[in-house]
C-alpha cells in the first residue's frame, strides 16, 4: 500500500512538504504525531491523527506517538483563544499511561516487527533542559520574525482576547520544533504529522533540524475535521465523545456515530475506518438507493465502536438501540449495564421512591399515583391500563391492583414506566 494515495482517496490530506511523498516511496520512514495530554483519556478529535499513524504503520512505516509532557505544561496558542490551565507531573504521568492503552488498540507497540510503534513523551528530554541550554541550541537558530510570522501567533496578536500571547505560549512553537530536532537525531524521525492547524509550529520544526544540522525534514497535515452543517465535530451537548467508557459509554458512542448525517457519513468512513475504497462505494450506491436504510451510518457505527471499544460493546449497544422498538425489550432491559440503561432514557422524566415500598404492600397502582407521581389520577391509569397503552419494563400491565415488589427492578434499582407509545418515566429506588 502506498501512504500518501491511502490518505489521499480518504481525504486526508491538506498539506505536505515537497519531497514528502517521494521520501515515503524509497525508505521505511519514522513519523510522529503528537497527543496532548491534559486528560486521562483522548477524545475523537484525535482520532484522525491517530488514524493518520495506523494507516502509516500497515503501509509499513514506523509510527511515534509523542505524547506532550511538556508541552502540556505550556499550552499550545493554535487555534485557541485562552491560555490553558498547567499540569502537575503526576496527572501528567497518569494521563500518558491512559492514553497509552488506548493507542494500543489502534497500533501494534508489542511485537517484533521493525516498524512496531513507540510511545515517547518529550518532558523526558525536556526536565533537565535549562533555559540557557534551549537559548543556545534553539533560540539562537530561529528568529523572532519567522515565529511571528505564524498564523497561530498572528490570530492571538490580533484577536479579540484582552490577555494577549504569553511569552510562554510564544515559545510553544520552539519546543515543538525541538521535539521534531531531537526525534530526528534520536530516532531517525523525518516526518512530524498534524491536523492543518499544526502547520506552523510542524513547519517550525523542519525549519530547525536545516539551520542546526543541515538535515532535510518533511511535514504532513490532514484537514481539520468538521461537520456538513458548520457544527464542531465531535462536540455533543454533553460535551466530548470520548473514547473512555466512563466519560462516554459505548452506546452513547455508537449512537454519535449511527447519527451523523448522509453527507458526514460518507466523509467519516473513509477517514475513520480501514475499509477498502471498494467497500465504501458499495455503501454509498446502497445508501443513495436506499437512504431509509442508512448503511453507510451502520457500518460506520460499527466499525468505530468495535475500534475502539470491542465486538460486545457493539453488539451491545446495537440491542439496546431496539429497546424502543423491539417486542423483546423487556429481556433486553434486563440484561444491559446500569450505564446503558440511563444512557438510553437520558433526559426522561424521574422519580424516587423508597425501596422499602416494594415489599409487597403497596399496590402498583398507588405506587405509580401516591409513592410517585406518574399519573395524576388513579382514574387516568385504571383507564390507560384497559386500553393496553401502560407498560413496566416495556411489558403490558392490566392488573394494576397487583402488589409492587422488588422483582420489578432492573440492575437493582430502576423501573421504567411507559405512557402510551412515546412517554417515559424511570423510577429510581433508594
Not at 424502543?324 to 433486553?332: P, R
Amino acid at each position: 500500500m502506498n501512504f500518501i494515495d491511502e490518505l489521499k482517496w480518504r481525504g486526508m490530506v491538506h498539506t505536505m512538504i515537497p519531497g514528502t511523498e517521494e521520501l515515503l516511496e524509497k525508505e521505511q520512514v519514522t513519523a510522529y504525531v503528537g497527543i496532548d495530554p491534559t486528560a486521562d483519556s483522548l477524545h475523537i478529535g484525535h482520532l484522525c491523527g491517530v488514524m493518520m499513524l495506523r494507516h502509516l504503520q500497515r503501509c509499513g512505516h514506523k509510527p511515534l506517538a509523542l505524547v506532550g509532557g511538556a508541552t502540556g505544561m505550556i499550552g499550545d496558542p493554535s487555534g485557541k483563544s485562552t491560555e490553558r490551565n498547567l499540569l502537575d507531573e503526576a496527572t501528567l504521568r497518569h494521563n500518558q499511561e491512559c492514553i497509552k492503552k488506548q493507542l494500543a488498540k489502534f497500533l501494534d507497540f508489542e511485537s517484533d516487527a521493525p516498524n512496531k510503534a513507540e510511545l515517547v513523551n518529550n518532558y523526558d528530554w525536556m526536565k533537565d533542559f535549562s533555559f540557557l541550554d534551549f537559548a543556545r541550541i534553539v533560540g539562537k537558530h530561529i528568529t523572532v520574525n519567522y515565529m511571528m510570522a505564524k498564523d497561530s501567533v498572528q490570530k492571538r496578536l490580533n484577536g479579540e482576547t484582552r490577555d494577549g500571547l504569553s511569552f510562554t505560549e510564544f515559545t510553544y512553537q520552539l519546543l515543538q520544533g525541538y521535539d521534531f530536532l531531537h526525534l530526528y537525531e534520536t530516532k531517525g524521525c523525518k516526518l512530524q504529522m498534524g491536523g492543518s492547524d499544526q502547520w506552523g509550529n510542524i513547519t517550525t520544526g523542519t525549519e530547525l533540524i536545516r539551520r542546526t544540522n543541515g538535515g532535510e525534514a518533511f511535514a504532513l497535515t490532514c484537514p481539520l475535521i468538521t461537520k456538513a452543517d458548520g457544527g464542531k465535530f465531535g462536540k455533543t451537548e454533553s460535551g466530548n465523545v470520548w473514547l473512555d467508557p466512563r466519560y462516554t459509554s459505548p452506546y452513547k458512542f455508537y449512537q454519535f456515530w449511527l447519527n451523523v448525517s448522509d453527507a458526514d457519513a460518507e466523509k467519516y468512513i473513509k477517514i475513520f475506518t480501514e475499509l477498502t475504497r471498494e467497500e465504501i462505494d458499495e455503501l454509498v450506491a446502497e445508501q443513495a438507493k436506499d437512504p431509509g436504510q442508512r448503511p453507510l451510518q451502520k457500518r460506520l457505527a460499527k466499525e468505530v465502536t468495535t475500534m475502539v471499544h470491542s465486538a460486545a460493546d457493539y453488539e451491545a449497544a446495537v440491542e439496546a438501540s431496539q429497546i424502543l422498538f423491539s417486542n423483546k425489550a423487556g429481556d433486553i432491559l434486563r440484561r444491559i449495564d446500569e450505564d446503558t440503561l440511563l444512557a438510553v432514557f437520558e433526559g426522561v422524566p424521574t422519580f424516587e421512591i423508597a425501596k422499602a415500598d416494594l415489599d409487597g404492600s403497596v399496590k402498583i397502582v398507588d405506587l405509580l399515583t401516591e409513592k410517585a407521581a406518574v399519573f395524576p389520577s388513579k382514574g387516568e391509569l385504571r383507564k390507560l391500563a384497559q386500553q393496553g397503552g401502560f407498560s413496566i419494563n416495556k411489558e403490558k400491565v392490566t392488573e394494576i391492583n397487583e402488589p409492587a415488589t422488588q422483582s420489578l427492578l432492573l440492575n437493582d434499582k430502576y423501573i421504567l414506566v411507559q405512557k402510551g407509545k412515546k412517554n417515559y418515566f424511570l423510577l429510581i429506588a433508594k
